[in-house]
């Protein structure tokens, strides 16, 4: 059967950016809409791929909110040719987009449960979206604890909007840093250090984990979930590799028997425990 273009998942289409901002030195936010006019639903945890016209394409997480049809939102950090050319675009420039492609933070399924994010970095945005969800259907959850870490406050993402959560009385907002600098008065020290406080008031069996930021982070705050009586089926993380298809087809983002493009980025934890922790998958 042929494919035609408006269905080709390898054919980009065109986006326009409605408005983009920095959020810290090296990573900036852009809102897109389509040109052809039709919005794209998403789930929380799902990724596009983004074409910089001449440049280049990356993954890169869908970060806004999945209630607001017709706003796409990405959060770009600026590491190489393609991130840096997304993250300096301007209002009303043009790029290309495919997807959504990947599996999702499974969040709507575990209503009744206490929610627990855990993020590292720009880890928060691949889990924002996630976040949002519970935030517009709190009455719908037992609890909603947020662990954040990054390594400075000059690094806090969304740190603005971190806090309207933090002011809410239905939520536990943790927030931590590496290394202090003059004026914070918060917390320093790995995400475990306030995962593992959160997590002396609850019942580990209540929980559901949703887990995203640098691997050995994700390894860390897996561990204290598991201590403190989490289900390994009730904790998900999200993985990242280099990405060229993003639809199962080029074998670039292989991890063990699965692709991360078609068969994650979100997976549950007890598929993947055996391969986070060597270094050649
Ligand atoms: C599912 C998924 C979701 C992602 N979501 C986001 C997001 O929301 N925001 C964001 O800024 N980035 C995200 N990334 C990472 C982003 O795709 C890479 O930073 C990007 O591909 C770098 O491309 P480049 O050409 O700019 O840099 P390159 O020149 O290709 O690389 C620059 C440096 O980044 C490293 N790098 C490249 N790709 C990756 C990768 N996938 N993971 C880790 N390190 C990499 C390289 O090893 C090198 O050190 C995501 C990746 C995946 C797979
Ligand atoms: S990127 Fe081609 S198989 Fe995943």
Redesign the pocket.
């Given at each position: 059967m042929s494919v035609s273009a408006a269905t080709d998942p390898m054919l980009p289409r065109r986006y326009r950016v409605r408005k983009t901002w920095k959020e810290l030195a090296d990573?900036s936010t852009m809102e897109l809409e389509a040109l052809e006019g039709q919005s794209m639903a998403f789930q929380p945890g799902q990724?596009n791929m983004l074409y910089a016209f001449g440049v280049?394409e990356?993954?890169?997480?869908i970060?806004g909110d999945p209630a607001e049809e017709g706003k796409l939102v990405?959060?770009?950090?600026?590491?190489?040719?393609?991130?840096?050319?997304?993250?300096s675009v301007s209002d009303g420039d043009m790029i290309g987009v495919r997807g959504p492609f990947?599996s999702a933070w499974p969040v709507a399924e575990q209503t009744g449960r206490h929610i627990v994010f855990v993020a590292g970095g720009?880890g928060l945005?691949?889990l924002r979206p996630a976040i949002y969800h519970v935030l517009n259907n709190r009455d719908q959850y037992a609890g909603l604890t947020v662990v954040y870490g990054s390594r400075s406050p000059h690094d806090l993402l969304y740190a603005e909007e971190v806090r309207g959560w933090k002011s809410r009385f239905d939520t536990e907002i943790e927030v931590t840093v590496d290394h202090a600098e003059p004026g914070w008065t918060g917390q320093v020290g790995v995400v475990t250090v306030p995962l593992d406080r959160a997590l002396a008031g609850n019942n580990g069996a209540e929980v559901s984990a949703f887990v995203c930021g640098p691997e050995i982070m994700m390894r860390f705050s897996v561990m204290s979930l598991k201590a403190a009586g989490v289900s390994e089926d009730k904790i998900w993380i999200?993985?990242?590799?280099?990405?060229k298809c993003a639809i199962g087809f080029c074998g670039h983002?292989q991890f063990g028997g699965d692709f991360?493009?078609r068969d994650?980025?979100v997976f549950r934890h007890d598929h993947v425990a055996k391969l986070i922790n060597r270094k050649e998958v």
């Open positions: 990573v990724f280049g990356v993954a890169i997480s970060s990405h959060t770009i950090r600026d590491v190489g040719a393609v991130s840096g050319a997304l993250a990947g720009l945005a691949p999200s993985m990242e590799r280099n990405m983002c991360i493009c994650g980025p």
